[in-house]
Nanobody
């Protein structure tokens, strides 16, 4: 059973930065893509960023492109989401997820392609 544990959320002012971590169990971590999604109060969960198993390919939602960076450290089974220039509209619970299928060289922005999810970490950006 794969487990994902997010950390690093918190309260930050507009323009600030946070780095989220997603620690995974399982030695096959590098074979699977990891994605970050977020859900704001009263809204549907939305895609934020994804990274291929190898780390060579990344994909971002337009709303975070140029501000957020997704990365991973396969040796330590951890993925990261560096968030800079944060805005109040970035306030949400952030989730990491592992792809269902092996995706060493690609990723996906669709929830249906991810089957293991973390518990979420709250990010609040004050204006």
């Amino acid at each position: 059973q794969v487990q994902l544990v997010e950390s690093g959320g918190g309260l930050v002012q507009t323009g600030g930065s946070l780095r989220l971590s997603c620690a995974a169990s399982g030695r096959t971590f590098s074979l699977y893509a990891v994605a970050w999604f977020r859900q704001a109060p009263g809204k549907d969960r939305e895609f934020v960023a994804a990274i291929s198993g190898s780390g060579a390919s990344t994909y971002y939602a337009d709303s975070v492109k140029g501000r957020f960076t997704v990365s991973r450290d396969n040796a330590n089974y951890t993925a990261y989401l560096q968030m800079n220039s944060l805005k109040p509209e970035d306030t949400a619970v952030y989730y990491c997820a592992r792809s269902t299928a092996r995706r060493v060289f690609g990723s996906s922005p669709f929830e249906k392609d991810y089957d293991y999810w973390g518990q979420g970490t709250q990010v609040t950006v004050s204006s």
